[in-house]
Every structure is written in C-alpha cells, then in structure tokens.
C-alpha cells in the first residue's frame, strides 16, 4: 500500500500548517540525459521548490517510487526544508522520467508512461487538518493522464475552498482537447504560453491584436475569471474581467539559460494570487524573478540570494 512521508505525526510535518499555504499538486521527476546525467523537475516540483525559496510553505501532493530516484527527491527537499508530507512513495511504479534525446542539434524529450506520479491516491492524502489550511490549489495538465490522479484532483478542488490556478502544460500524445477544455472551465486562474494559446483558440498568434483577440475569446469561451499568455521574450499578456494588461519582458544580462522560467513566472503567480497582489504588479514581479533565474544554471538552483532581493522588493512594494 502507498504511504506518504513522512510520518504525519511527526513534528516536522506539522510545523508547516500555521499559516494557509498553496497546494501543489503533480509530477516530480528527473530528466535524464545521454550523458548519463539527470536533473531533478517537473514544473509542479520546481513551483513548489520556488515558493519555498520565497520563504513560503509549499505543500507539494505527488509520488514517487521506492527507489534511489525517490529517495533523492525526499532528501533534495530536506535540505531545502521543504514539507514532505504530501509525498507519496508508490510501491511498484518507478520515480518519474523523462528521456532527453539529442536529434539533428536539438533536445527532443519522451516522456516515459506509468510513472509514480501518476497514481497519486486521495486515500494517502495529508490528513484533514493540513489540507483545511490550504488557500490555493495549483495543478498542471501532464499528471492528469491517468484516472487515479483525476480523481484525485478532483476530490481535492471539491473539498478545498480555495481559488485554482491550472498552469496549462500540452505535451502530446499526453492531452485531449475535452479535457483540457474541462480544466479550463473549473479553473479561477489559467496560463498559458503562445503557442498553446494559438492551439486552443484555433487562431494565429502573430500580431499583438491577434493575440489580444484570441486571448478574449478563449476567456469568453471558458469563463475563464484571470488568464497569463507567457509570450518568451516579448512578456506577457494578462486578462481579468476589467482589464488587458502587456507585461515587457525584462533585459536579462549574463544569461545563462532559460530552462524553468516559466515555472518561476508560475510561482510568483501563485503569491500573487495569495496576496491579492494588482495583475500588472503580479505580472511584472513574475517576470522580474523568471528572468533573473535565466542568470542561474537549471531549473531550480539552490541559491537563497535568487530569492532575497526580489522578497526585499516586494515588502518596501517595489
């Protein structure tokens, strides 16, 4: 049988329920690499694992398996006192993995079936007590591939009074367009990049007005409240019921990579919403933070000092 860890009576499990936090629900899993290497992810972990960084109190839902994978991820979120209660540890499914492979000069990813993390059970879920403190639920679209984790999903955004962000994730064959559109329908917040944006819509994306366009409809469509389109280098474009707002994306000197930035933009997002924060202001503190993690190597490098300048910022309400 599933268990999670660790022991929910234990004092470091509990320590985490004194004020609401967000719940992130979804994958964690390495990609591995032709070099033999592999870095830890998934962009629910990597939310999660920014939010904590920030000082927050993730409480990451998710699986892993009984194997060394698994235990590193445990021992990875230790080390940045993360909570581990929502961690389940699957008793036959392996820890989640991607494959990178090099074709023709690029990194193709295949991502590999039947993995922990998509059987995350509601009957191994935290116990009540903690799950009551939760003040927003965030998802993606990759874990629900499978019935056990739908279910799951669904009885959390059933039971849990609280806003949903869905962070809108499409890798093929992994999606279908109903249930996508169903994700949409139950969600208060969704993001999405261009291309998905184009996708849903059924409409090109190449002039702002088109883009403005699309993003209307798909919010009319799907009684969408609040939507992101992450446009890359061009910002972001954010729609609520009053307002369109265009988000510069900010000049990032030294880069090093992109790997992850959108899951940063995710994580401020998510305080945004917790703290009622003004959409152009949620918008430009998450593109703030996502390109200054382009300045870092990975997804999420353990470097505190990422996260105290923007944290000083924010409080002086810069």
Known sequence: MMSSSPDPNAPEAWEAEEASRPLIFGEALFDHFPDGSRVLGGAPFNVAWHLRGFKAHPLLVSAVGRDEAGDEILERMEEWEMDRLGVQRHP?????????????????????????YDAIRKDALPPAPVLDRTDLLYHGTLALREPTNRETLGHLRDTLACPVLLDVNLREPWWTREGVTRLLEEADWVKMNREEASLLSGRTMDERGDLLQAARDLQSRHGIRNLVVTLGEEGALGLDAREAVWQK?????????????????????VL???????????????AEFAAELCRFRGAIPDEPRLYSGHLRRWQDGV
């Open 249 to 269: 994306a900010p000049e990032v000197r030294d880069a090093v990579d992109t790997v992850g930035a959108g899951d940063a933009f995710s994580a401020v997002m």
């Open 272 to 286: 945004g919403i917790q703290q009622a924060w003004a959409l152009a202001d949620t918008l430009r503190r998450a």
């Open 92 to 116: 036959e499914r392996p820890t989640g993995k991607v494959q990178a492979q090099l074709r023709d000069g690029d990194v193709r990813y295949r991502i590999q079936e039947h993995q922990a």
